[in-house]
């Protein structure tokens, strides 16, 4: 992406609308566009083959992949809403083939982590906020609405419904699915269900699961593994205890079982 690891595209290979607002301290690959009044500002580096909508706003220290959109009215790398913010140098990165829709907002870090993080083939849809030091995985999927506080982390393949708002610090594991107008305060555990405000578990993404490749074995073992946590009259550290010893192991099993056994807020019942 810089001059000396890609080389800065040549003007010809970069479509500019004569009305963009364009840092001299930006860097473009080869074959982004850049449409009428959008801003691009310092230290901000686009990939190759990437699309800045109209009236986009890209404020700085801000770096996206190859073949993203950001279409008209999206603000990107703004500062942190933050009390505790006082300038320090931080960023936004955004990973290859991201769509981020109209008025989609996502701020930039702050000294906590330095750096908010936007993985690859995600899509944030209109008016999603993101916010500091967030860390989404790939293929994220953020309907209309969704607001995120700070510190908030989504695993691969979390796909949340619109109007949500999400507690700082929550973690969403991969595979989960959050129901739209929903108000999530705890984590949510991997290859589950969870709606409504107060939200409740609804069993697992079975149908995800199936739809990713998922083996039946494997989905049977999470399954299991669900049911002595949730489903049973055991408090957590006793479904734990239970899980482990009674379900054959596999790297999901282990990852369900340890992501709710480090769970510092909860996680969502």
């Not at 500002?41 to 992949?65: H, Q």
Request: glycine letters at 12%; charged letters at 20%; hydrophobic letters at 40%.
């Amino acid at each position: 992406m810089t001059g000396k690891d890609a080389g800065l595209a040549s003007a010809s290979e970069v479509e500019i609308h004569p009305t963009a607002i364009v840092d001299p301290l930006a860097e473009f690959d080869s074959g982004v566009t850049v449409g009428p009044w959008a801003f691009v500002g310092p230290r901000v580096r686009i990939g190759a083959g990437s699309t800045i909508g109209a009236g986009a706003y890209i404020e700085r220290d801000t770096t996206l992949g190859r073949e993203c959109e950001v279409y008209k009215g999206a603000v990107l790398g703004t500062d942190p809403q933050d009390l505790k913010f006082r300038g320090e140098e931080t960023e936004l990165r955004i990973g290859d083939r991201t769509v981020i829709r109209e008025y989609a907002t996502l701020n930039r870090g702050t000294s906590a982590a330095g750096v908010t993080r936007v993985g690859d083939d995600c899509l944030l849809m209109a008016y999603t906020h993101v916010a500091h030091d967030c860390i989404l995985g790939n293929h994220v999927i953020l309907s209309n609405a969704v607001n995120m506080a700070g510190h908030v982390e989504l695993g691969d393949w979390v796909i949340v419904g619109g109007v949500t708002p999400i507690h700082q610090f929550v973690r969403v594991g991969e595979h989960a699915f959050v129901g739209g107008g929903s108000r999530i305060s705890q984590d949510v555990p991997p290859y589950c269900r969870v709606a409504g405000s107060p939200p409740k578990l609804y069993g697992l993404n079975s149908v995800g699961l199936e739809r990713r490749g998922f083996s039946p074995e494997t989905r049977a073992r999470i399954k299991k593994a669900y049911r002595i946590l949730f489903q049973s009259n055991l408090n957590v550290s006793q479904g734990l205890e239970r899980a482990r010893v009674e379900v054959e192991g596999s790297p999901e099993v282990a990852r369900f079982l340890d992501f709710i056994a480090s769970s510092e807020r909860g996680v969502t019942i």
